[in-house]
């Protein structure tokens, strides 16, 4: 069976699902939750950007409910934290990781997804940004964390570069799925690049 594109993006989806749900649980540990709080924690921010992409495009019934396997995805992962959270040296160095990658796995993912619904290219790079940071959003607030996208290093910025970045390769008809894998590349290089080296745009109220 050849591995074409719908497989491709099916597969970093699923990876995107389960790499954010364990950043979800990963924050459930910091906050000493149980069993059933892992959970819950990691599947809301496995499929929450999703969620909000699929409501704002008029997908409904939602992707997770059509397809049950995202939601056993994102129950298997936070699972699987709750037992090799407590041996992790830093939960939230593991956190902050874990993320990075979801980020850019979604914002490619997401951003495709619209694309495929024959939306314009600036709404889909808004789908890809809004897929890669609502899970989040919704897993520090419900964790009562300071928002991620509050910290001073690039986070939204680089989920907007890799949503540009996969459209442009994409126009350039590179070989099947090189767009994606070149769109996560850009997106998640430059967040380890900022986490690793506080890179941050200029923010002039920070001065007042």
């Keep these: 069976m050849p591995f074409d594109f719908s497989t491709a993006v099916n597969i970093m989806g699923l990876s995107a699902v389960a790499v954010f749900a364990i950043?979800?649980?990963?924050?459930?540990?910091?906050?000493?939750?149980?069993?059933?709080g892992f959970m819950l924690i990691g599947t809301v921010t496995?499929?929450?950007?999703?969620?909000?992409?699929d409501l704002l495009l008029g997908q409904l019934p939602v992707f997770w409910i059509r397809e049950p396997i995202w939601v056993s995805v994102c129950l298997l992962a936070s699972f699987a934290t709750y037992f090799i959270a407590p041996r992790?040296?830093?939960?939230?160095?593991?956190?902050?990781?874990m993320d990075a990658v979801g980020l850019a796995l979604f914002a490619?993912?997401?951003?495709?997804?619209?694309?495929?619904l024959g939306v314009s290219p600036l709404?889909?790079?808004?789908?890809?940004?809004?897929t890669a940071t609502f899970g989040g959003i919704a897993r520090d607030v419900l964790c009562g964390s300071n928002l991620t996208l509050m910290n001073e290093e690039l986070y939204i910025t680089t989920a907007l570069a890799g949503a540009i970045a996969?459209?442009?390769?994409?126009?350039l008809n590179l070989p099947t799925n090189y767009d994606l894998i070149g769109g996560f590349l850009v997106g998640f290089i430059l967040r380890a690049l900022a986490i690793?080296?506080?890179?941050?745009?200029?923010n002039p109220y920070k001065a007042k």
């Design 166 to 171: 996969y459209l442009c390769l994409g126009a």
């Design 196 to 202: 690793k080296f506080r890179i941050k745009l200029p």
């Design 123 to 130: 709404i889909a790079v808004c789908m890809g940004v809004m």
């Design 108 to 116: 490619v993912t997401g951003t495709e997804i619209a694309i495929t």
């Design 23 to 36: 950043s979800g649980a990963l924050d459930a540990a910091r906050h000493k939750m149980d069993l059933l």
């Design 88 to 97: 992790l040296s830093s939960r939230s160095r593991a956190l902050v990781w």
């Design 46 to 53: 496995g499929i929450g950007g999703g969620t909000v992409r």
